[in-house]
């Protein structure tokens, strides 16, 4: 039942956009009722303008700089694992600062150190033989080994968090691409007196296609 409603619904939908597609290039020369002034429509395919400009250039980019910083701030962390909670907390802060001052400079590094003089003592604890462990040596490594099992679920939590984090900035680095490309449409939209652009994807057809003038003006400004 809920299959044949979802076909339904697909083809109502499929119908609608073709209603629409019919009714947009019959009105291309038509007059706005409202004003008296001529409507044209037009159409652009813009997945093929975005190939032709320097926006995947630019996107490959971005999204080499956007995974670099992700997995500085993942290896960054990883390098603390014998911090507190709230030491922990608190260095994750500092290191996502775009440009941590003085002061929080000298911080992280103190963080930093309190971790690795951490490592130092517990490795000199391990190594000593079974015999001259000492009741707080002892309590030290079972501390220790709880204290690495949470935090290595945190990083684990973090590393998802991060992979979220690289997935909407390099969506907002693609929308602003297309925003630039855009303004390029109405460019030429303007030029030949199109009122309105619709892409490819939801207009059937069109005898004002514009999508090689459009990639005439941004592959002049892709880098060669």
Known sequence: MRSNRIAVTGVLVLSLLVGAGAMMVHARQGTDSHTGQDISFGMVDMERVYEASDSPQQFSMAQQQIESDAQARIDAMSAVPMLSDPELKEYGELIGLKTPDARQKVRIDELKDFSDKRVAH?????????????????????????????????????????????????????RGLIAKLRIEVNKVAKEKKIAHVFDTTVMVSSTNDLTAAVIQRVAKKAPQ
């Not at 604890?125 to 949470?150: F, G, H, I, Y």
């Not at 590393?159 to 909407?168: M, Y």
């Open 122 to 174: 517990l490795r000199e604890v391990q190594v000593k033989p079974e015999a001259t462990l000492t009741p707080e040596d002892r309590r030290l490594m079972s501390n220790a080994a709880q204290a690495r099992r949470q935090f290595d679920r945190l990083i684990g939590m973090m590393q998802q968090d991060v992979r979220q984090q690289i997935a909407e900035r390099e969506d907002a680095v693609k």
